[in-house]
């Protein structure tokens, strides 16, 4: 139980373009999700959390109207990051809560975006 | 700005030893503690968690809380070259759903 997915697993993309990451609770309703972003050698960082039906809440430095989140269904998230450029290159990772006890996180495969 | 430290490594073990991996919190509100494993290029994978004081065994994975020093630590028993990842510590952002990882410590286990 528990899985997490993610589409597309990776995605090459030219700089101005948008690029839409879809994250799925495969066996599981999830009321919240996360986004994070790793770069490479370092740790998950923490862009927004998403919770179904509500705006997502955006950490401290990330752009929300660049990283468009939508959580329309208790089973799918999604992440839209507009007008890519180069930086944005990284590794996005989502992570769905279960609402179990200890509010484990599960986090799915993550999508290796690469901004030409 | 609470934090999560670890060691980021490379920390060597030969195969069949036991690996201890460390990891210390600033946020004494922090109730739920989580050790994750990553592969280069792969996402984390849930290894475990634990939320009270002293130890919780699962296989060859033990997890240690000791919430008075505001230390969590992961022994792996019987380390395979399989299990050479970076782990990654995980602690709950208090009155959230949200965690705080730490930077992971590299694990090589030598064959």
């Known amino acids: 139980g528990a899985v997490v997915s993610q589409h597309p697993s990776w995605v090459i993309c030219k700089s101005g373009t948008s690029v839409k990451i879809e994250c799925r609770s495969l066996?599981?309703?999830?009321?919240?999700m996360f986004w994070y972003r790793q770069f490479p050698k370092q740790s998950l960082m923490l862009m927004a959390t998403?919770?179904?039906?509500?705006?997502?809440?955006?950490e401290q430095g990330v752009e929300k109207d660049k990283f468009l989140i939508n959580h329309a269904s208790l089973t799918l998230s999604t992440l839209t990051v507009t007008s890519a450029h180069p930086e944005d290159s990284s590794f996005y990772i989502c992570?769905?809560?279960?609402?179990?006890?200890?509010?484990?996180?599960?986090f799915g495969p993550g999508t290796r975006l690469t901004v030409l | 700005q609470k934090e999560v430290e670890q060691n980021s490594g490379p920390l060597s073990v030969p195969e069949g030893a036991i690996a201890s991996l460390n990891c210390t919190y600033s946020?004494?509100?922090?109730?739920?503690f989580f050790w994750y494993r990553q592969y280069s290029g792969k996402s984390p994978e849930l290894i475990m968690f634990?939320?009270?004081?002293g130890d919780k065994e699962d296989g060859r994975f033990t997890a240690q809380l000791n919430k008075a020093s505001q230390y969590v630590s992961l022994l792996i028993r019987d380390s395979q070259p399989s299990d050479s990842a970076t782990y990654l510590c995980?602690?709950?952002?208090?009155?959230?759903?949200?965690?705080?990882f730490g930077t992971g410590t590299r694990l090589k286990v030598l064959a």
């Open positions: 995980a602690v709950n952002s208090p009155g959230t759903y949200k965690y705080i």
């Open positions: 946020d004494r509100g922090s109730q739920s």
């Open positions: 992570s769905a809560r279960t609402g179990l006890a200890y509010n484990e996180q599960f």
């Open positions: 066996d599981f309703q999830a009321t919240t």
């Open positions: 998403s919770n179904e039906g509500s705006k997502a809440t955006y």
């Open positions: 634990i939320y009270s004081n």
